[in-house]
């Protein structure tokens, strides 16, 4: 038998790229592939890349810049490590990475992971391998399915993507380009996927898509189901807690939706929905196809269903033809709203996309004043809203051993991790818990269904980092 390869994946950007990076490990685990945190000791390095914007981009070659020192002082050992570069860099520059920099073997777009094996093969043969081609077959019933071993190893939260892609077309992304236009996975596909976390020990599934409540997945009948639908039909399968769906449109938000928070006790109350900008006009030159008042009346209807619902956005600042005025929009919808939590971005052109064109850029200095605006008032809302646990009891699914011996880290609906001093048989179940008090972001408590421990939570004892 020969000594199994070693496969190190980084991961950049979104949740589809976690969850992609797992299913590269379970389509190349046939192959004689394991899995190393290590990318010294990897003979395949994959970079799962983000295209959103710049920054994350420019992060890749740099990357690069580095992988090819080792790959050289590997060379020299007699070892030979191939390179790949997935994800929507990988879609959107193609062949041109090879160009830029030649250390890299393979060039993989997200619609092909499933021919990884062979495009190694190839690269083997050839000295490169590109394939960023959209193929007719579904890549996800040609995806091996995971080993439970392999699921167990990754925790009792799961990602499950339910769609791919996006029609939307706002004028700032990328998405439309390099993951192609929107495709839903059938309802049959899904649960089956459920059913095999929930039976290896996954309590959470987090539904992922790019425009995941664009769902229109075809169920076992021939009919079509949205989002609504779907979350209740896996809410019934057994062993699963919680639900979650990530990232939601504002205009694919229809009331079976809404009313999937009001009926069903494991869809969380926490809904991520993007808003970029409380300026109409922005939102118009965005081409969101919503209003702010369009938004605050589908924020309002959500409270209505579901009085602890709580939200989160994206923001982009510095739009092309952002105003003062538009931005002071912006903030006022912040207020209006109180978000517990919200990630803020300066608008960075990408190339290809309409609004790249646009003229009006808002220079370097003003963007930079408005994020820093921007940011100040969501770190408020967040610290007043995670502040609000202290004193009240709260379930949390316990997700893990924390850094600290003895200690559990969970987390509560609103995701906040909790930390409590737990046996780690507790891992897996939801359990009340007293928030005692609050150490950055994440709070400590003591569980309220046993006897407090006689070696209390101290505020120390919380590991520092985020
Ligand atoms: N510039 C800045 N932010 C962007 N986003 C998407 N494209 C861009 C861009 N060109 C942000 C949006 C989106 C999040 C995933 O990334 O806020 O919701
Ligand atoms: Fe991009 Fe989201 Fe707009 Fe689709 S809806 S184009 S993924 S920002």
Redesign the pocket.
């Known amino acids: 038998m020969t000594a199994p390869r070693k496969l190190h994946i980084k991961s950049y950007g979104c949740q589809m790229n976690v969850y992609d990076a797992q299913r590269m490990v379970d389509t190349l685990a046939p192959e004689g592939f394991v899995e190393t945190a290590n990318a010294e000791d990897a003979d395949l390095v994959i970079l799962n890349t983000c295209h959103i914007r710049e920054k994350a981009s420019e992060k890749v070659y740099s990357e690069l810049g580095r992988l090819r020192l080792a790959k050289e002082e590997a060379a020299k050992q007699g070892k030979e490590v191939r390179i790949a570069v997935a994800g929507c860099v990988a879609q959107a520059e193609g062949e041109e990475i090879i160009r830029r920099a030649p250390v890299v073997d393979i060039v993989v777009g997200p619609q092909s992971y499933h021919h990884l094996p062979q495009l190694l093969r190839r690269a083997a043969q050839d000295g490169r391998a590109v394939e960023t081609e959209f193929p007719i077959e579904d890549k996800f019933t040609a995806l091996p399915q995971p080993r439970p071993a392999a699921i167990r190893a990754r925790g009792i939260s799961s990602f499950v993507t339910v769609q791919e892609g ?5 004028t ?5 380009y390099t ?1 192609g236009m929107e495709v839903s996975r059938p309802v049959a596909r899904i649960v089956e996927d459920v059913m095999r976390l929930a039976d290896n020990g996954v309590r959470e599934i987090t539904l992922i898509g ?2 995941v409540n664009a769902y229109h997945g075809e169920s076992e009948d021939g009919a079509t189901w949205s989002l609504g639908r779907l979350l209740h039909r896996i809410a019934a399968i057994p062993g699963i807690a919680r639900l979650r769906y990530s ?1 939601s ?1 504002p205009r694919d938000v229809d009331d079976a939706l809404i009313e999937a928070h009001r009926d069903i006790p494991a869809v969380m109350p926490f809904v991520h929905l ?1 808003v ?1 900008s409380g300026s109409d006009r922005i939102l118009a030159a ?3 196809k919503h209003s702010a008042s369009d938004y605050l009346r589908i924020v309002d209807k959500f409270r209505k269903a579901r009085e602890d619902i709580a939200f989160s956005s ?1 923001f982009i600042v510095g739009f092309p033809g952002e105003s003062e005025e538009d931005f002071a929009a912006t903030l006022a919808l912040v207020r209006q709203i109180s978000y517990a939590a919200a990630y803020s971005f300066k608008y960075s052109p990408r190339p290809g996309t309409p609004a790249a064109e646009l003229e009006g850029m808002v220079t370097a200095s003003v963007m930079d004043q408005r994020l820093a605006r921007l940011q100040e008032l969501i770190d408020s809302q967040q610290a007043a809203f995670n502040a609000a646990a202290i004193g009240t009891t709260v379930d949390v699914l316990f997700e893990r051993p924390a850094r600290n011996p003895g200690q559990i880290v969970g987390r509560t609906a609103y995701l906040q991790p909790a930390h409590v001093i737990a046996p780690p048989d507790i891992i897996g179940q939801v359990r009340p818990v007293a928030i005692e008090s609050l150490e950055r972001y994440s709070l400590l408590g003591t569980l309220a269904d046993t006897p407090p421990p006689a070696d209390r939570l101290s505020m120390s004892s919380l590991p520092t980092g985020a």
């Open positions: 996006c029609d939307k077309f706002c700032f992304c990328v998405v439309p993951r790019q425009n990232t449109h993007p970029q965005m081409n969101r994206d």
